[in-house]
Each structure stands twice: as C-alpha cells, then as structure tokens.
C-alpha cells in the first residue's frame, strides 16, 4: 500500500509560480510512474503531467506543456510539479499518482494510489 501526500498548494496571483511536492511512502517508489491530475471546480479531473520510474520522460497537457515541470527524486521517493507563469485556468485541486502499469500515463483509471490533493488557487 502506497501512501502519498501533496504538499505546496495555495492562493496567488496570477503570472506567479508554485512548486507542489508529493511524498510517497509504504511501497517501492521506484515500481511507479507518477503522475499530476487535476480537478478544477465542477469539473473532471484532468491530466496535467507525468514522468517515468527512471525521469527520463516526461509527458505534459497541451495547456501546461510550456509552463509547467514535473520531476522526482528516487532517493527521497518524492515528485515535484514546477508552475510558472499561473493562469486563472489552472485553479483546480491537484493531485498526485502512483501508477504501476507503466503505461497510459494519462490516463486516471489507470493509477493504483491517489493522494488527498492540495487547492491551487490564481487569483486573475
């Protein structure tokens, strides 16, 4: 069982940047790609960004592919989401993934463990 928790949310300005943290716990980091959803309000919860077990490759939505960056450090079992340049649109609840097929990375369905999320608030 994969434990993780989303860490670095809050409200800003539009044009400002945040770093969200996801820390994993309970299981063999390693054994999973990552992934960052989002879930803006009222809406599905959407693809943002996700990076192979190794961090070698990296996948991104159109919308954020220019702004945002997604890394992780094996050796702290942690991913990370960069977001620059905050538009009024990226208001959502972001979440963090684990996902153990290695495959479909866009996908939601196909992630084993969620995190509780953390608001990310931009204020136009």
């Known amino acids: 069982q994969v434990q993780l928790v989303e860490s670095g949310g809050g409200l800003v300005q539009a044009g400002s940047s945040l770093r969200l943290a996801c820390a994993a716990s309970g299981g063999i980091f390693t054994n999973y790609a990552m992934g960052w959803f989002r879930q803006p309000p009222g809406k599905e919860r959407e693809f943002v960004a996700a990076?192979?077990?190794?961090?070698?490759?990296?996948y991104y939505a159109d919308s954020v592919k220019d702004r945002f960056s997604i890394s992780r450090d094996n050796a702290k079992n942690a991913v990370y989401l960069q977001m620059n340049n905050l538009e009024f649109g990226d208001t959502a609840v972001y979440y963090c993934?684990?996902?153990?097929?290695?495959?479909?990375?866009?996908?939601?369905?196909?992630?084993?463990?969620w995190g509780q999320g953390t608001q990310v608030t931009v204020s136009s």
């Open positions: 993934g684990a996902n153990s097929h290695h495959m479909f990375v866009g996908m939601a369905a196909k992630y084993d463990y």
């Open positions: 990076i192979t077990w190794t961090g070698s490759s990296t």
